[in-house]
């Protein structure tokens, strides 16, 4: 058998006088990891919660890979690209595509009888998928969008239609200004809700058909396409295809085609998502040092308080590794025990939080009405064992503390 770790299992276990000094100092430093692993669990699991739900929201506008007209990302104008039907076979068969997808921008302008307001009109077709729609529908239907014909059917956001007073069913004048004045009469089909303030102070969805029209482009014209991949890890994969197979080739009207990633079509949004990570890090590091700090400081007083024991140890012929490795095997146990308290704290938190939504926030200034949490296994297993080992590891210059007792004045000591 394992003598320090025999000898470490008695100590742990050994209940002896109460009333000794170690008993609060276990107790804090058990306290101590728990707590620590306890706020790096929801730390890590809030930022991510975050980053992937905001991600997610962008992704769902902006789609993971954009295929426009080159002239389009140097200018806010608006530039067509024709995509018929083997231009999106093309794009469907490039690396990890899942769905493409055809859209049209068009700017214009809603008026009810006591207000109005410059938007944007997304046209969509009948292949749009409309998943992330549907998610965060709160009035209403999603109408079939159509790229044959209009419907005059609206689809706006809860800001939009709280700005202008509308609600479902109703009807509403929408005017678009270029060389004359296009006036078209649409019934509001349905009202979303993404909290995505600079999509949802602006964008509503309409046929493509209707879009294309409005900008008086001809048959197979449009803004771009959108690409959804398989695996967003992959989402660089299938770019560089894009960029082989169909940047700077030209459509039937000589229009050039580019691509960009939703990286690139938001950036200030994944630089301040990246940035979160910094703050990540910070917690983890104060959360390490809050334990390793409990632990050898309770450390510290046990091998004070055993004094006589370890003088014992090295009359009958113990060797200081063998008494160190004894304390380190007690420190561990300790240890092990904080893991535990620190992943039911964790835990229970993410769970309680993820079913109950009882922690709010500010949707207008955070993009999400409550606190996001993602219960991530692997991660939180790597937490735990990067605890443990840490916490271990800073714990061995102080056990040295051990070679400097003498057997013949440990006797002695009270």
């Known amino acids: 058998m394992n003598l320090p770790f ?15 000094v170690s008993r609060p ?4 430093a058990t306290v ?9 669990i929801v730390t890590v699991s809030v930022v991510l919660g975050f980053q992937h739900t905001i991600r997610d929201k962008v992704i769902g506008f902006g789609s993971h890979i954009q295929i426009q007209n080159i002239m389009s990302f140097s200018s806010t104008d608006r530039y067509p690209v024709c995509i018929d039907d083997s231009m999106m076979t093309v794009l469907g068969k490039l690396k990890g595509v899942k769905h493409v997808e055809r859209y049209a921008i068009t700017q214009g302008i809603l008026k009810t009888d006591e207000d109005f307001l410059g938007v944007l009109f997304k046209g969509v077709g009948p ?8 998610q965060h529908l709160v009035e209403g239907e999603i109408p079939v969008f159509s790229d044959s014909a209009g419907t005059n059917k609206l689809l706006v956001s809860k800001m939009i239609a709280d700005k202008l007073k509308l609600k479902t069913g109703d009807r509403i ?10 006036t078209r009469r649409y019934t509001i089909s349905g009202v979303y809700q993404t909290n995505m303030t600079r999509f949802d102070q602006t964008l509503c969805f309409t046929d493509l058909y209707a879009a294309c029209k409005i900008n008086g482009w001809e048959k197979g014209l449009v803004t771009g396409a959108e690409i959804l991949v398989n695996d967003f890890k992959k989402l660089q994969i299938t770019e560089d295809d894009a960029i082989k197979k169909i940047n700077r080739t030209t459509d039937k009207f000589s229009n050039s085609f580019a691509s960009q990633t939703i990286y690139e079509a938001y950036p200030q949004v994944f630089t301040w ?3 979160l990570d910094i703050n990540v890090w910070i917690i983890l590091v104060l959360m390490i040092c809050v334990a390793g700090f409990t632990m050898i400081s309770g450390l510290l007083i046990i091998i004070l308080e055993r004094t006589q024991m370890i003088g014992v140890l090295k009359a009958i012929g113990a060797r200081n590794s063998t008494i160190r490795h004894t304390f380190l095997w007690f420190a561990a146990f300790i240890i092990g025990q904080g893991l535990i308290l620190g992943n039911i704290i964790g835990l229970g938190i993410i769970l309680i939080q993820n079913a109950t939504g009882i922690i709010t926030l500010d949707a207008q200034t955070y993009y999400v009405s409550e606190v996001p949490m993602e219960l991530n296994i692997p991660l939180i297993l790597l937490l735990n064992a990067a605890t443990l080992i840490i916490s271990i590891f800073v714990l061995i210059a102080p056990s040295y503390l051990i070679s400097h007792i003498q057997p013949a004045k440990s006797m002695r000591y009270e």
Request: proline residues 0%.
């Open 6 to 20: 025999f000898i470490a299992k008695r100590i742990y276990y050994d209940k002896g006088d109460k009333r000794k």
């Open 273 to 275: 998502l990246e940035l």
């Open 173 to 182: 004048y929408a005017y678009f200004i270029d060389e004359n004045v296009k």
């Open 127 to 134: 292949e749009y998928d409309m998943s992330f729609l549907k």
């Open 25 to 28: 100092a276990i107790r804090l």
């Open 32 to 40: 101590g990891v728990g707590i620590g692993l306890a706020v790096m």
